[in-house]
């Protein structure tokens, strides 16, 4: 099956510092990519939209300056969280669609980073 | 219309009982639900799904029942088992869009 590999897993970081987590898709190409946050005990909530060669998507209400999504390439995603604080704390998570598989609609998720900032 | 409805939020059942998940939708252009399971500290994980042309998806023991008249799904597991504990989402998305939208969840923990 499609393996989708997130790293770090777990990150804590000082307030005002930036975090990179990356999202690799191993076994077939992403040119899309989806980012979410999920606060415990509640569902996923859709951060942004990342599109290979284009700029991301982002959802009503999520900073853009604040979440950085670079898609460089068929297989990477990257979320920077920037100027880190307390409230960015959370369990971040990518997904991906194959995109030699477009109408399944299947999505393949990384195994989530746990950020807190300190 | 985008919203995905999920019952109940929590669910505790006996070993070896039917585990029972529902979910309803209003959009009627999604044509893909799928149900994901996810375990505490890890990303979801696609569980079974299903297309709006067909009423009833088994595998192994989980079954999705659809109703397409009335935009509802829902996940039966059967012989539930301690280690299907964990959070289950359904979902519903538009093949021909990108966006999925999920559930609030359900946490059920089977009871040995």
């Known amino acids: 099956g499609a393996v989708v590999s997130q790293h770090p897993s777990r990150v804590i970081c000082k307030s005002g510092t930036s975090v990179k987590i990356e999202c690799r898709s191993l076994?077939?190409?992403?040119?899309?990519m989806f980012w979410y946050r999920q606060f415990p005990k509640q569902s996923l909530m859709l951060m942004a939209t990342?599109?290979?060669?284009?700029?991301?998507?982002?959802e009503q209400g999520v900073e853009k300056d604040k979440f950085l999504i670079n898609h460089a390439s068929l297989t990477l995603s990257t979320l920077t969280v920037t100027s880190a604080h307390p409230e960015d704390s959370s369990f971040y998570i990518c997904?991906?669609?194959?995109?030699?598989?477009?109408?399944?609609?299947?999505?393949?998720f990384g195994e989530g980073s746990r950020l807190t900032v300190l | 219309q985008q919203q995905v409805k999920q019952s109940p939020q929590s669910l505790i059942v006996q070993k070896g009982g039917i585990s029972i998940i529902n979910c309803a939708y209003e959009?009627?252009?999604?044509?893909?639900f799928p149900w994901y399971q996810q375990f505490p500290g890890k990303g979801p994980a696609l569980l079974i799904a299903?297309?709006?042309?067909?009423s009833e998806k088994k595998e192994g023991r989980f079954t999705i029942s659809f109703n397409k008249s009335a935009k509802q799904f829902s996940l039966h597991i059967m012989d539930s088992q301690p280690g299907d504990s964990a959070t289950y989402f359904c979902?519903?998305?538009?093949?021909?869009?990108?966006?999925?939208?999920f559930g609030a969840g359900t946490r059920l923990f089977v009871k040995a």
């Open positions: 997904s991906a669609r194959d995109m030699g598989r477009p109408n399944t609609g299947e999505l393949f």
């Open positions: 076994d077939f190409q992403a040119t899309t």
């Open positions: 990342s599109n290979e060669g284009s700029k991301a998507t982002y």
């Open positions: 959009n009627t252009a999604f044509d893909y």
């Open positions: 299903i297309r709006p042309d067909v």
């Open positions: 979902a519903a998305t538009n093949t021909g869009g990108f966006k999925t939208i």
